[in-house]
């Protein structure tokens, strides 16, 4: 149904379930007794990471989203994106970490950033499952990585073209 005839495989369902599994260790190692973490999941490609994620964490946490939709459908040059659905947590003194499904351009991410920064939490950092570090625009700071990613457009795992794959159980680049 999806075409999968058209897709060539560059992350294994077993790769990435092993380094979600590392990010989960690594992520209750770092936050152990740390207080209130909230994982925050950009709405909508990075639920299927978040939750897989949020089940290797052996430390409290609440989970939340944020839902963000860029203007025409595609990133605007200045990063400015709309606010679909806030958070329900009130983030003020807490631990957040928000959770990306890939970091490209990186103004998704550095208009989120900014925006979050302003309510005050306690801490802010970014763990993305992809990273793609030759796109990139505006610097921004990412502090787990699941893997880096050369500059082809891939789908899978979250990842959409046109609301489609997101249920691709692996990282595919589309041919
Ligand atoms: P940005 O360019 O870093 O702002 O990324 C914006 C958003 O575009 C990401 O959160 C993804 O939803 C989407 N995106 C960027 N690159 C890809 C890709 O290779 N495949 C699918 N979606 C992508
Ligand atoms: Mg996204």
Redo the contacts with the bound molecule.
Sequence with gaps: MNGERNLEVLLTEEQISKKVSFLGELISRDYAGAKELVLVA?LR??VYFAVDLSRQLSIPFILDFIGIS?YAGK?DPL?IVRITKDLDTNIARKNVLLV??????????NYLLKNLRTRNPLSLRVCTF?D?PA?R?VDVPVDYRGFE?PD????GYG???QECYRNLKEIAVLK
Excluded: Q
């Excluded at 082809?152 to 789908?155: A, G, K, L, R, S």
């Design positions: 950009v490609g990075s860029s990133t990063g990306e499904d890939i970091v490209d351009t990186g103004l998704t991410l992809l793609m796109r625009i990613m082809v457009f891939v789908v990842l959409d073209y």
